[in-house]
């Protein structure tokens, strides 16, 4: 068994060890922003395939206690990096530090990378370059206090990255931010799913992908397929059954729309791109308009806030006339609002039946509930 680490948006350590165990995980330990994990290989695999919340899953090489820069240099330079990957491949280095009494983060990630290559040059005379926009091998470096903690990186570009996304307008989500809002909102495939400012489709994606059973890593690469002991076959095996189990693109009772044409052309564009588009019915309208396009249903969305795209003072008229489209047009169905703004619930005028505190990128948020219920609304 190998010891891993996975990352994901800070809200969502529940699900992604939810996702791990499923992938075959052991001994997990939840710390704020990721797990700590017990892993052989295939399980290390199936979690990069079919993690929908993880940002990354890297493999932990090396770890010790260090006083200064030069304990942290001659422990990379003694961890075996020839034994994983070759000379001629490209690497990229970097460092996390927190709580760290040493100066320079950027020191430190010049020395490992002086190591790195060290190490190289001292067993076979050649070593790496470095590539910070493409490289074949990330080298994660963490640092606390007193422990210096080394990472080879697994997933290659961030697993939120499904590998089709082409179209974007303002201030999208992380895909795997999106996968936790429904998954935190209890939808399942079957019950209408409503995105009402869907911008470029993300969460349209994420749920068709989930509806139509889409492995979110079945169609991108990996950074483990990469390193030296990485087993083809085993990897071929798990990419074929993920393939086997997905359904025929199809409807599936999931809506989308929003107020800009550009925002719903560029979610056609990305739908398309995934192979998702007869799973959505698309279409161009104000929320403060539409109708619900079931009799019950669960409604997300980002909706604009301050650190977005729009002024306090725009926000100021727009959340009540949202409060009332959802009063009017939503009895029966619950709806999911994640917002910066801590004013949305009181100028929207409904109250949450729950709040959930999430990260957007370093944004705090709450992904808010509000419960419609039929028959008690004012028109």
């Known amino acids: 068994m190998e010891t891993f680490f996975a990352s994901c948006p800070r809200g969502l ?54 006083g200064n820069e030069e304990d942290i240099y001659r422990l990379a330079l003694e961890t075996p990096w020839p034994k994983w990957f070759l000379a001629g491949q490209t690497i990229r280095v970097d460092v996390t530090a927190v709580k760290s009494p040493l100066k320079s983060v950027d020191f430190v990630t010049l020395r490992i990378k002086d190591a790195v290559c060290d190490r190289f040059r001292r067993d076979g005379g050649t070593r790496p370059s470095v590539d910070t926009r493409q490289p074949d091998v990330r080298v994660h470096g963490f640092i606390n206090g007193d422990h210096c903690t080394l990472y080879l990186d697994t997933s290659g570009a961030p697993l939120y990255q499904r590998g089709f996304r082409q179209k974007t307008v303002d201030a999208p989500l992380k895909e795997n931010l999106a996968a936790g809002i429904l998954r935190l909102s209890g939808w399942q495939p079957g019950v209408a799913l409503l995105d009402p400012m869907c911008g470029s489709g993300t969460f349209l994606i994420e749920a068709a992908q989930m509806a139509l059973r889409v492995a979110p890593g079945a169609r991108r690469e990996f950074a483990f397929q990469r390193l030296r002991h990485f087993d083809p076959a085993a990897w071929k095996r798990l990419l074929d059954a993920a393939r086997a189990g997905e359904a025929a693109a199809a409807e599936a009772g999931i809506f989308g729309s ?23 019915k698309l279409s161009t309208g104000d929320l403060l308009d539409i109708d619900a396009p079931a009799a019950r249903g669960i409604l997300v969305s980002n909706p604009p806030y301050g650190e977005r795209v729009s002024d306090h003072d725009e926000l100021a008229e727009f959340y009540p006339l949202l409060g009332s489209a959802l009063k009017r047009h939503f009895a029966g169905w619950n709806c999911y609002l994640i917002s910066a703004d801590t004013r949305l619930p009181k100028l929207v005028r409904l109250t949450p039946s729950r709040k959930t505190p999430l990260f957007n990128g370093a944004l705090e948020c709450r992904l808010y509930e509000f419960r419609m219920v039929a028959g008690s609304n004012r028109a």
Do not use: M
């Not at 710390?31 to 940002?55: E, K, M, Q």
């Not at 929003?258 to 959505?280: C, E, F, Q, T």
């Open 13 to 66: 350590e529940q699900l992604l060890a939810e996702d791990l165990v499923a992938a075959g995980a052991r001994d997990l330990k939840q710390i704020f922003g990721g797990v700590h994990f017990l892993a052989d290989w295939p399980a290390c695999y199936r979690a990069n395939l079919h993690s929908r919340i993880a940002t990354r899953i890297l493999w932990r090489v090396a770890h010790a206690p260090y």
């Open 258 to 280: 929003d107020i800009s044409p550009v925002a719903v052309r560029a979610a056609l564009a990305n739908l398309d791109r995934a192979g998702l588009l007869p799973a959505v």
